[in-house]
Structures are given as C-alpha cells and as structure tokens.
C-alpha cells in the first residue's frame, strides 16, 4: 500500500469517527448499524404522525320539498366551501328520499354545521344534521355524486300506450272490459237507490263480426290503417282508434 493509499485511508476513518452516527461504548467505537447489549443511550426513532383526513362529511336528513342541490349549496356556502353534495333520489323516477350528504373543507366547520343546523326547522320539516366519522364513511358514498337523474314522462309513455294500434282481437277484449265496468257502475247505481238511466252502447258495433268484412263495416274507413305485405300473406286491416 502506498503513501497517498495510507493518508487516503486514515481521512476516511477520521471522517467516520467524527460523525454522529458512531458511540463510544465502554471506550470503543461502535458503528450505528449495531445497537449496544447493555448501557449506553440508545437512539430514538422519530414519532410518525398519523394523517388526519380534515374534510368533515355530513349527512342530513328530512330534506324538505324543493330543497335540493342548488338550494342546498347557495344556503350552506355560508358556512365554508361545499367540497361534494350528493342527494339520494330514486334511480327510476329520480326524485328526492329526503336525504343526503355533504362535505365540507375543514371538519371544523363540519361541526359547526351540525350544531347549528340540528333540528333546524325549514319549510316544516326538522332537519337532522349529523357529522359522520371518517372510518364510517362508505368507500362508494361519491361515486357518481355529479350524476343527474332523468325522470320518465309517465304522461308521455300512457299516451303512447293509449294511441297504440291494436288489432281486431285487442280491441274486441278492450271493448269487452268497458262493458264489465259498464255493469258494474249500473249495479251500484241501483244499490244506491238511484234512478239514474245510463246511456248505452250500440250492440252493433260490439257484436261479434264472423268476418273480416263485417268487421269493415262496424267503424268508418279512417279506423283502418293497412299493413305491410308480406310474402305469403294477404293483406290485413287494423282497427286504429281516434
């Protein structure tokens, strides 16, 4: 071993016995990688923190009607900076179940939330304002919280089930409940002890038709639509109400 290979040697040494991470143990040096047996200060490991999660979720309950998300974020932005809200509604009609959840920022104001708008009443309803711990908040609370539901028109759908075209069998089973109704209205009337005449329905257009050319004859040609020829089939008429 050289000269330079010694000097190089010997700073290397003085470095590691100048630094903090070697005791003297008994009068010798020992490295920080083993741990003294007995006596001797021992190192402390440092304190890990545990990461506090500091948005508060809220859930609220008894949400009146017309209460909704655009009433519910202009009112309580008056508190703090509205993170998520989400309102339960029904996935077929889309309307509110009257309740829902919200978050908020900083879980301090969470709790002010809850303690001033608990048993809050609006539009006559007691609102229940609840702070919810974070290990019981769902892991799918949020998904799809932005999602706005369309609801059916059931007007639309009854009309299109009212003006449907229907076949001579349909109508005739049609015209057959009508007359059940019909004599079950009579009979009440009567038991009511009213003297009461209820117009009556033309025999003739609910007689039964042997044929398809009676079957013509019973409604005016604007009732029937025609269909469209198959191969092999002859051509049907279909009885189309107004």
């Known amino acids: 071993m050289g000269a330079k290979a010694k000097k190089s040697l010997k700073k290397e040494m003085s470095k590691i016995s100048s630094s903090p991470s070697t005791q003297l143990v008994n009068g010798k040096q020992a490295a920080a990688d083993f741990l003294p047996l007995e006596g001797g200060p021992a190192r402390k490991l440092p304190e ?11 859930y609220i309950g008894r949400i009146p009607h017309g209460f909704y998300e655009d009433e519910m974020k202009a009112y309580f932005s008056q508190f703090g900076t ?57 892991p799918k609370l949020w998904k799809g919280f932005n999602y706005r539901y369309n609801p059916l028109n059931r007007l639309q759908t009854e009309r299109k089930l009212h003006n ?42 609910f007689a039964p038709c042997t044929s398809s050319v009676d079957a013509y004859s019973l409604y005016p040609a604007r009732f029937f639509v025609k269909k469209k020829r198959k191969e092999g089939d002859c051509l049907q008429r279909v009885y189309m109400p107004s």
């Open 82 to 138: 509205i993170k998520r809200l989400r309102i339960a509604r029904n996935k077929k009609t889309g309307k509110s179940k009257h309740f829902g959840f919200m978050t908020f920022d900083d879980s301090e104001v969470a709790e002010v939330v809850a303690e001033c708008m608990h048993n809050y009443l609006l539009f006559e309803h007691l609102l229940q304002v609840h702070v919810i711990p974070q290990e019981h908040v769902h």
């Open 48 to 58: 890990l923190k545990e990461l506090k999660n500091k948005s508060g979720v809220l």
């Open 164 to 205: 449907k075209e229907r076949t001579l069998d349909e109508h005739r089973r049609l015209v057959v409940r009508i007359m059940k109704q019909d004599q079950k209205r009579r009979k009440k009337i009567e038991a009511a002890g009213l003297d009461y005449e209820c117009p009556e329905f033309r025999k003739s257009a």
